[in-house]
């Protein structure tokens, strides 16, 4: 059932995408960089070395790092002038490296590459733009959080969810408003002695149940000598796949993203 329902939400995101044009860039005319082929292998041996665990092997984004190919950073920048700069001090989470003339220029190289074979594709780049995924009404999306949605009765704006749209740019944030991956549930396991033992999730499958306790201890018992309650803040999401409207998803996206 939940992945018949994720599979219903996905056109949500297909929706949001196709509605509207992708941004252009507004350095779209400017002339097409090219590099000598042997620049572009070396940059690539780099950057998968580097660089791929954040933002993959294609420069096209990974886990935590952007699409390279849609950043405008990337656009505008000439010789290194903007790449050189980031890789060198850092930004926000991601380190600063240590490289020579040659392995930037390299760098830049493949990055640049990766950014005119993703343009030069049908359907032009991929991923979505985070104004794509403001398109809805602030005001309706607050409405729906506080009132419809039932999002107020786990979340606050001003609690946990202060600075969510800093946190989880665009897509990202997108992807943990349907399935919030890595939320832990809380599970309470009742033996039968009446003793509860109340903690974090840490396993559970036909034969076992395990938590660990308010002091980090791991716990586990036979499933069928226990009865077990848990409260899975993941599942609140999952259930509302199947209520959502697609001007419910937009309206809550435009709202998320104000909470910066």
Same mark, same amino acid.
């Given at each position: 059932m939940t992945v018949c329902r994720s599979i219903v939400r996905v056109s949500a995101v297909l929706l949001v995408s196709a509605a509207l044009s992708l941004a252009q860039s507004p350095t779209a005319s400017k002339p097409v960089q090219t590099f000598p082929s042997d620049l572009v292998k070396a940059g690539e %041996?780099?950057?998968?070395?580097?660089? +791929?665990?954040?933002? @993959?092997? *294609?420069?096209?984004?990974?886990? *935590?790092?952007?699409d390279l190919t849609r950043s405008k950073l990337v656009a505008d920048d000439v010789n290194g002038n903007q790449i050189g700069p980031v890789v060198r001090n850092g930004r926000n989470n991601m380190p600063r490296f240590s490289v020579t003339e040659q392995d930037l220029a390299a760098l830049g190289a493949f990055i640049h590459t990766q950014k005119n074979l993703a343009e030069s594709q049908n359907g032009k780049r991929k991923g979505v733009d985070v104004t794509d995924l403001a398109t809805g009404s602030v005001e309706k999306g607050k409405q729906y959080f506080s009132g419809a949605g039932g999002c107020a009765r786990c979340h606050?704006?001003?609690?946990?969810?202060? @600075?969510?749209?800093?946190?989880?740019?665009?897509?990202?944030?997108?992807?943990?408003?349907? #399935?919030?991956?890595?939320?832990?549930?809380?599970? =309470? $396991?009742?033996?039968?002695?009446?003793?509860?033992?109340? @903690? =974090?999730? +840490?396993? $559970? *499958?036909?034969? =076992?149940?395990?938590?660990?306790?308010?002091?980090?201890? #791991?716990? %586990?018992?036979?499933?069928?000598? $226990?009865?077990?309650? $848990? !409260? *899975?803040? +993941?599942? +609140?999401?999952? !259930?509302?796949?199947a209520k959502y409207t697609d001007d419910d998803i937009h309206n809550l996206m435009a709202y998320l993203l104000t909470l910066k």
């Amino acid at each position: 059932m939940t992945v018949c329902r994720s599979i219903v939400r996905v056109s949500a995101v297909l929706l949001v995408s196709a509605a509207l044009s992708l941004a252009q860039s507004p350095t779209a005319s400017k002339p097409v960089q090219t590099f000598p082929s042997d620049l572009v292998k070396a940059g690539e %041996s780099f950057f998968v070395q580097q660089c +791929a665990f954040c933002h @993959g092997r *294609d420069t096209g984004g990974g886990e *935590d790092g952007p699409d390279l190919t849609r950043s405008k950073l990337v656009a505008d920048d000439v010789n290194g002038n903007q790449i050189g700069p980031v890789v060198r001090n850092g930004r926000n989470n991601m380190p600063r490296f240590s490289v020579t003339e040659q392995d930037l220029a390299a760098l830049g190289a493949f990055i640049h590459t990766q950014k005119n074979l993703a343009e030069s594709q049908n359907g032009k780049r991929k991923g979505v733009d985070v104004t794509d995924l403001a398109t809805g009404s602030v005001e309706k999306g607050k409405q729906y959080f506080s009132g419809a949605g039932g999002c107020a009765r786990c979340h606050s704006p001003t609690g946990d969810l202060a @600075g969510v749209a800093t946190r989880n740019a665009g897509l990202k944030l997108f992807q943990r408003l349907m #399935y919030p991956r890595g939320a832990k549930a809380r599970m =309470t $396991v009742t033996l039968p002695s009446g003793e509860t033992v109340t @903690g =974090t999730r +840490a396993y $559970v *499958d036909e034969f =076992t149940v395990a938590l660990r306790d308010e002091s980090g201890r #791991y716990r %586990s018992w036979p499933l069928a000598k $226990v009865s077990v309650r $848990v !409260d *899975d803040p +993941a599942e +609140a999401h999952v !259930d509302l796949l199947a209520k959502y409207t697609d001007d419910d998803i937009h309206n809550l996206m435009a709202y998320l993203l104000t909470l910066k």
